[in-house]
């Protein structure tokens, strides 16, 4: 295998082994950091590797054939997932998403799902199970999805033009495809699909209205698509402000199309801005990372493949659970490890961002921020 030596690509982001605390409480579900948030939301990205390409994400420049992803090796396993899982649901919590790259890419990862799906009696039957996909294997998996016990699905899709569509994911994959998966996953039962559509000023948000209208007509209610504003993650996009669409002006976009009116939040730490079509027709959703932080409410915590916990998506280095669980630690010290992590958490990359003299490009000079595919959306 060649050395890879393109210098973007070295993506070998710091982890510090936690430190246990000799005294610490049982978790208790009632953990908070020092700015007041709960932990509510962990994501667990279960690959670094994608069969797309999306231009946004990993681009084919960097992400090429001599690029080096993680060695299976370092992957954590499904025990070691749902262990730590597991302690996660005892801090309080409540939602868990598979992730990635790409996830359904991970071999048989529908075992993992059931081995997920049994921590719902630990947490007394509200552990919400979710997973993000690009839908190109949907069509083929849903069913044993949904029978290992995974309710809801989040498919991306960028647009409903074929070229726009291929261009972006660049592998020339088709979204009628995708939207083949999106019907499989309604088929196998799972509860209401979100879309997810990334918009790039120029690129895509021609793209904007005939999507919605496509989602409006084909699912109704049963599908909800969401306006995801373009970010700054990563290195490797070469991220520009004025390639942000707000999510002002999609909604704006939108509403000369289609009668909108704003629907109430129902859960804290709920990222998107709920719409619904004053027809009935269903809902829509913003998602405005860029324009409208919510770092207030972020009571997210992310797991990366190779077990490096997260808090922030833009964070800079990582905090090695792989160390302990591979070390000896017993679940009560792991706990204890990520209790003393989340209490000194204080991220709040986005809130900060507009104050950055690059508007948080990282050509400031800033610290490597942490790849998209790598620590899952
Ligand atoms: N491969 C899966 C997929 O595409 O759904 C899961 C991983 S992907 C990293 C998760 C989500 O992040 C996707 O909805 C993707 O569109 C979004 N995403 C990736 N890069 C982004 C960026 N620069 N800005 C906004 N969203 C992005
Ligand atoms: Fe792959 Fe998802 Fe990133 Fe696209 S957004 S390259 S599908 S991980
Ligand atoms: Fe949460 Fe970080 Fe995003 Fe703010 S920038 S909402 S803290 S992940």
């Not at 430190?19 to 939301?41: Q, S, V």
């Not at 209208?213 to 290195?235: P, W």
């Not at 709040?348 to 490597?368: F, K, Q, V």
Request: contains cysteine; charged residues 30%.
């Amino acid at each position: 295998m060649g050395e890879n030596v393109n210098p973007l690509a070295d993506l070998r982001y710091a982890a510090a082994v936690p430190r246990i605390p000799e005294h610490a409480a049982a978790p208790n579900g009632h953990l908070a950091d020092r700015l007041g948030r709960p932990l509510r939301d962990l994501r667990i990205s279960v690959t670094d590797r994608c069969n797309f390409r999306c231009t946004y994400c990993m681009p084919k420049e960097v992400f090429d054939r001599d690029y080096r992803f993680l060695p299976h090796k370092s992957l954590l396993t499904f025990e070691e997932i749902a262990r730590v899982a597991r302690l996660f649901v005892l801090h309080g919590v409540h939602k868990l998403r598979l992730t990635g790259g790409e996830p359904l890419l991970r071999k048989d990862v529908e075992a993992l799902i059931a081995q997920l799906a049994a921590l719902r009696t630990v947490e007394g039957g509200r552990l919400d199970i979710a997973l993000t996909t690009n839908g190109s294997l949907l069509e083929r998996k849903a069913r044993a999805l949904r029978d290992a016990g995974l309710e809801r699905v989040t498919v991306s899709l960028d647009a409903l033009d074929e070229a726009v569509f291929q261009r972006m994911n660049d592998v020339g994959f088709a979204a009628a495809d995708v939207l083949r998966g999106i019907d499989a996953a309604l088929s196998a039962g799972m509860r209401r699909v979100k879309l997810n559509m990334v918009v790039k000023r120029g690129t895509n948000d021609q793209e904007i209205v005939p999507l919605a209208r496509h989602v409006r007509e084909r699912y109704g209610a049963l599908a909800v698509l969401r306006f995801i504003e373009y970010m700054d993650v990563g290195a490797t996009n070469g991220w520009r402000m004025d390639e942000v669409l707000p999510s002002a002006e999609v909604r704006a976009r939108l509403a000369a199309a289609f009668a909108l009116e704003p629907l109430a939040r129902t859960a804290a730490g709920e990222t998107a801005e709920r719409w619904r079509y004053v027809d009935g027709g269903g809902e829509v959703g913003f998602i405005s990372s860029v324009t409208r932080a919510f770092c207030r409410d972020c009571n997210r915590a992310r797991l990366s493949t190779e077990g490096k916990l997260f808090l922030c998506l833009f964070a800079d280095h990582g905090h090695d659970l792989r160390a302990l669980l591979r070390g000896g630690a017993s679940d009560e010290q792991i706990a204890a490890a990520i209790g003393l992590v989340w209490r000194e958490r204080e991220d709040r990359y986005s809130e900060l961002r507009a104050a950055m003299p690059t508007g948080g490009n990282g050509s400031d000079g800033s610290a490597r921020k942490i790849e998209m595919h790598y620590i899952g959306g």
